[in-house]
């Protein structure tokens, strides 16, 4: 574990002094040319990010919280290949690109890194001696707290990796692509949240006996109070008020006076008491994107194929909370019914084609003769591809929970053993076709409990019990002790 320590701090050192000698492809004085091609150094630096934060930090989560074995050595090898990545990012030739959020939320996220892998180092050493035995549990909420905010920090590099390698959000255009992803990633982490509750969180939150639509009612009316504040002049210095700046305030408003009324209905509801009003905001403000009118005919086509999905989405969790209040959909069952997926599904596809239907990118993929169709089966395959990430990561941890639970369960009749205290008696079968039953207590490591192995071992060998034989040679034997439990094996005739 030592040597663990001294090579994540060289690695650490590495990089800083990689940092020092070649950040000059960053420099205010380069020629950034978005359609050069990116060196190899450069796409191992996206190669190994992606293995790293993309799969081995998230599955290493879920490992953790599950506390599997491969936990610690998943998140070892996932912060190796994370640190050579940020060297390799730092330190590539070839392409250069201007000063850009991407690097530098990458030191954030470095340190984020490091102090994640310091607390598992921590408490891998086990060390609870005196002032340590206090601090342990708070250093183990911090190490927990801080794997969950990696997977959101994760997704925001990626977003802003993607942004620097195209090129955008510059030059004026900061303002709209904000926007657009900031409202996209905010319709996709919906989606997230009811796979959450679908999957993996349902009978958790069912514990506060709070209405689940009270808290997608909350965070519509925070959301909706963020956006009529920040969609016109928050970012930039605006002039005048465009139909643009209107419709998304106007959105902003309808989602915290909606939120606000359905929050106010379900302050007091139970967890059995549902509401349709979330989802009816969902479907009004699909209709409005639907309608919105763009610059050019391709992007108004984008922004209807997002607004129809996001009424899909509506709709669809209309019918879903309908049926489970009826009885048609049960929700005390293992595995939650199939139609549950769907408003999941098109929440997560109408926030990635929000994300894209920005205006550069929507004026790039018109440029390249793109149609509407191809644009939008491209998207969606994307929204299948993260959909599925998210259901692996929460049926992994749903398998681990099963897995662990049978572990620690006892077997039963269906496995073949039966319980039998030793005080009852044992038949021995004489002829060797029959089964045989031998009373074993002391070293049988199918004893569960032995009263016994508490006393005197003198003692238990002056009481040994005793045995007799039938007529048919059959040998009785009796036990001493009553209190001891005993695990066989079930064998049939």
Request: overall charge negative; hydrophobic content about 45%.
């Given at each position: 574990?030592?040597?663990?320590?001294?090579?994540?701090?060289?690695?650490?050192?590495?990089?800083?002094?990689?940092?020092v000698?070649?950040?000059?492809?960053?420099?205010?004085?380069?020629?950034?040319?978005a359609?050069?091609?990116?060196?190899?150094?450069l796409?191992?630096?996206?190669?190994?990010?992606?293995?790293s934060?993309?799969?081995?930090?998230?599955?290493?989560?879920?490992?953790?919280?599950?506390?599997?074995?491969?936990?610690?050595?998943?998140?070892?090898?996932?912060?190796?290949?994370a640190?050579?990545?940020?060297?390799?990012?730092?330190?590539?030739?070839?392409?250069?690109?201007?000063?850009?959020?991407?690097?530098?939320?990458?030191?954030?996220?470095?340190?984020?890194?490091?102090?994640q892998?310091?607390?598992?180092?921590?408490?891998?050493?086990?060390?609870?001696?005196?002032?340590?035995?206090?601090?342990r549990?708070?250093?183990?909420?911090?190490?927990?707290?801080?794997?969950?905010?990696?997977?959101?920090?994760?997704?925001?590099?990626?977003?802003?990796?993607?942004?620097?390698w195209?090129?955008?959000c510059y030059?004026?255009y900061?303002?709209q692509c904000?926007?657009?992803?900031?409202?996209?990633s905010?319709?996709?982490?919906?989606?997230i949240?009811?796979?959450?509750l679908?999957?993996?969180?349902?009978?958790?939150?069912?514990?506060?006996?709070?209405?689940?639509?009270?808290?997608?009612?909350a965070?519509?009316?925070?959301?909706?109070?963020?956006n009529?504040?920040?969609?016109?002049?928050?970012?930039?210095?605006?002039?005048?008020?465009?139909?643009?700046?209107?419709?998304?305030?106007?959105?902003?408003?309808?989602?915290?006076?909606?939120?606000?009324?359905?929050?106010?209905?379900?302050?007091?509801?139970?967890?059995?008491?549902?509401?349709l009003?979330?989802?009816?905001?969902?479907?009004?403000?699909g209709c409005?994107?639907?309608?919105?009118?763009?610059?050019?005919?391709?992007?108004t086509?984008?922004?209807?194929?997002?607004?129809?999905?996001?009424?899909?989405?509506?709709?669809?969790?209309?019918?879903?909370?309908?049926?489970?209040?009826?009885?048609?959909?049960?929700?005390d069952?293992?595995?939650?019914?199939?139609?549950?997926?769907?408003?999941?599904?098109?929440?997560?596809?109408?926030?990635?084609?929000?994300?894209?239907?920005?205006?550069?990118?929507?004026?790039?993929?018109?440029?390249?003769?793109?149609?509407i169709?191809?644009?939008s089966?491209?998207?969606?395959?994307?929204?299948?591809?993260?959909?599925?990430?998210?259901?692996?990561?929460?049926?992994?941890?749903?398998?681990?929970?099963?897995?662990?639970?049978?572990d620690?369960?006892?077997?039963t009749?269906?496995?073949?053993?039966?319980?039998?205290?030793?005080?009852?008696?044992?038949?021995?079968?004489?002829?060797?076709?029959?089964?045989?039953?031998?009373?074993?207590?002391?070293?049988?490591?199918?004893?569960?409990?032995?009263?016994?192995?508490?006393?005197?071992?003198?003692?238990?060998?002056?009481?040994?019990?005793?045995?007799?034989?039938?007529?048919?040679?059959?040998?009785?034997?009796?036990?001493r002790?009553?209190?001891?439990?005993?695990?066989?094996?079930?064998?049939?005739?």
């Amino acid at each position: 574990m030592r040597q663990d320590t001294i090579l994540s701090l060289l690695l650490v050192a590495a990089a800083q002094s990689s940092v020092v000698r070649a950040h000059d492809h960053h420099g205010a004085n380069m020629n950034f040319d978005a359609g050069e091609p990116i060196g190899g150094v450069l796409k191992m630096h996206i190669f190994l990010m992606s293995i790293s934060f993309g799969v081995l930090f998230p599955i290493g989560l879920v490992l953790g919280l599950r506390k599997h074995r491969l936990h610690v050595p998943v998140q070892s090898a996932g912060g190796v290949l994370a640190i050579i990545g940020f060297v390799l990012g730092h330190a590539h030739g070839g392409r250069a690109f201007k000063e850009n959020a991407h690097s530098k939320f990458s030191w954030f996220m470095l340190w984020l890194l490091a102090a994640q892998l310091g607390a598992g180092i921590y408490l891998k050493l086990h060390t609870e001696k005196r002032f340590n035995d206090v601090v342990r549990p708070y250093i183990r909420i911090a190490h927990k707290y801080m794997a969950i905010t990696m997977i959101v920090t994760t997704y925001v590099q990626v977003l802003l990796g993607v942004v620097a390698w195209l090129g955008y959000c510059y030059d004026g255009y900061l303002g709209q692509c904000l926007a657009h992803l900031i409202m996209g990633s905010s319709f996709l982490a919906y989606g997230i949240w009811l796979l959450l509750l679908v999957r993996v969180a349902g009978p958790w939150l069912s514990k506060f006996g709070r209405s689940p639509e009270l808290y997608d009612s909350a965070m519509i009316m925070v959301w909706g109070l963020f956006n009529t504040f920040t969609e016109h002049g928050f970012i930039e210095k605006s002039h005048g008020w465009s139909h643009k700046d209107l419709q998304h305030t106007s959105m902003g408003v309808i989602w915290f006076c909606g939120g606000l009324l359905s929050t106010y209905m379900l302050r007091k509801a139970e967890y059995k008491e549902r509401s349709l009003f979330p989802s009816i905001i969902l479907i009004f403000t699909g209709c409005a994107m639907a309608a919105h009118e763009q610059d050019t005919e391709f992007s108004t086509k984008v922004h209807f194929v997002f607004g129809s999905s996001l009424v899909l989405a509506g709709l669809t969790r209309c019918i879903e909370i309908m049926m489970i209040t009826t009885g048609l959909i049960r929700t005390d069952t293992k595995e939650p019914n199939p139609f549950q997926y769907i408003p999941v599904f098109f929440l997560c596809h109408s926030g990635m084609a929000f994300m894209s239907a920005n205006k550069e990118s929507v004026t790039a993929v018109g440029n390249m003769g793109i149609d509407i169709g191809t644009f939008s089966l491209g998207y969606l395959s994307i929204s299948f591809l993260l959909f599925f990430y998210a259901y692996f990561l929460m049926q992994l941890f749903s398998e681990l929970g099963k897995r662990s639970d049978k572990d620690m369960a006892l077997p039963t009749a269906a496995d073949g053993m039966i319980y039998q205290t030793v005080g009852q008696q044992d038949i021995e079968m004489s002829d060797t076709s029959a089964p045989v039953l031998r009373n074993r207590v002391h070293g049988d490591s199918h004893v569960l409990f032995n009263a016994d192995d508490d006393h005197d071992t003198d003692s238990d060998n002056d009481n040994d019990g005793f045995e007799t034989q039938d007529a048919h040679g059959i040998v009785i034997r009796n036990s001493r002790s009553s209190d001891s439990i005993e695990l066989r094996p079930i064998h049939s005739n």
